[in-house]
């Protein structure tokens, strides 16, 4: 069941449109991640679903119901909203998470209160709301959306402002939720971590899957490079008798066993590609010979640049296998991937 749906989204301000026909479902009980550079709309899209702004055109399926033009305060109390950096209210932790509840004539339960207070680590209610943190001001304010029990949480860059060990805090305390919660970040490795599915968005939705999903397959070069994929090539493409597709790049063909024909772009991961001295016997497709031109240290890992034919590959190997085959600048080496590895963006 989805417990909101989104159907041709439409936002300009001025001569700038900030979303462009925008169709998103939201499943009930997951998390959904919104994602995208800066500018995105990914801000904009959250306040249109929350009835803070009214679309230009479009509808919003909220449980059933289409509520684009309302303005309908008890829609809006269903929700809940936390900002990069939402007010909370002067006072103690307990009179701060209990304002809300109080303006709507609800009287939450000392054990209800208590467990939300444990599950944002904000046991101690008497604290007062001006001696609180950065990270503990946030944690607060989803503690102040919770109380109301709503049935749809929206996090807007929620941890943008934080520090690293305060985000960390505020991560923990969102994969803990049982409800069901769309949140926005630029940050790609935080949305791939929170979520269930994500949604790629710049102006418009580009693409929607499971985060493995969307990373090692993407829809579009937009979304590959926004992604962070290292290999991505260019070329002209033919599926052969047998079912293969050979793709012509510059001076090098990859095989794929994806189908597709003329001029395309393909990608493949750097882990998926292994480094030998020689041309080894294999099933695997994908094999090129190339110079390694640069050798950079990740941290775990190594990073090998290697040139074959006229186009770089970047390679990943650990430190001790670099040292082990003993591959300095300047080696001569094979490259090897499965033609499965290859994905090709039409």
Request: glycine share 8%; charged share 30%; net charge negative.
């Amino acid at each position: 069941m989805n417990v909101l749906e989104l159907h041709g989204i439409e936002k300009t301000y001025g001569d700038v449109r900030v979303l462009d026909d925008v169709n998103l479902e939201v499943r009930e009980g997951e998390t959904l991640g919104i994602i995208g550079p800066t500018g995105a709309g990914k801000s904009t899209l959250l306040r249109i679903i929350n009835l803070l702004e009214r679309p230009d055109s479009g509808e919003i399926i909220f449980q059933g119901e289409n509520v684009a033009e309302k303005r309908d305060v008890d829609v809006r109390r269903r929700m809940g909203m936390v900002f990069q950096n939402t007010p909370v209210f002067r006072g103690t932790i307990r009179e701060s998470i209990l304002y809300g509840p109080h303006l709507r004539g609800m009287k939450p339960e000392d054990r209800e209160v208590r467990e939300i207070l444990e599950l944002v680590g904000l046991e101690d209610a008497s604290r007062k709301t001006n001696e609180l943190s950065g990270g503990e001001r946030q944690r607060l304010a989803l503690a102040q959306v919770l109380i109301n029990r709503p049935e749809l949480v929206l996090l807007d860059e929620a941890t943008s402002s934080l520090d690293p060990v305060s985000t960390r805090r505020m991560e923990e305390v969102i994969s803990e939720l049982d409800v069901t919660v769309i949140l926005t970040t630029h940050d790609l490795i935080q949305g791939q971590k929170l979520s269930d599915r994500i949604a790629i968005l710049n102006r418009r939705i580009l693409q929607v899957g499971e985060p493995a999903e969307v990373f090692r397959r993407p829809a579009s070069r937009f979304v590959a490079e926004f992604v962070g994929a290292e290999n991505i090539l260019r070329g002209r493409a033919r599926v052969t008798p047998d079912g293969v597709t050979i793709i012509e790049c510059d001076g090098v063909s990859i095989y794929s066993s994806e189908e597709a024909e003329g001029v395309v772009s393909a990608t493949v991961r750097p882990e998926d590609i292994t480094v030998s001295w020689g041309r080894v016997e294999s099933s695997a497709l994908n094999q090129l010979r190339g110079t390694v031109k640069a050798i950079r240290d990740s941290g775990t890992l190594q990073e090998l640049e290697v040139r074959c034919g006229g186009e770089t590959l970047t390679v990943h190997m650990t430190a001790r296998s670099l040292h082990d085959m003993g591959i300095t600048t300047g080696s001569e080496v094979w490259l090897e991937f499965k033609a499965s590895a290859v994905h090709v963006i039409r």
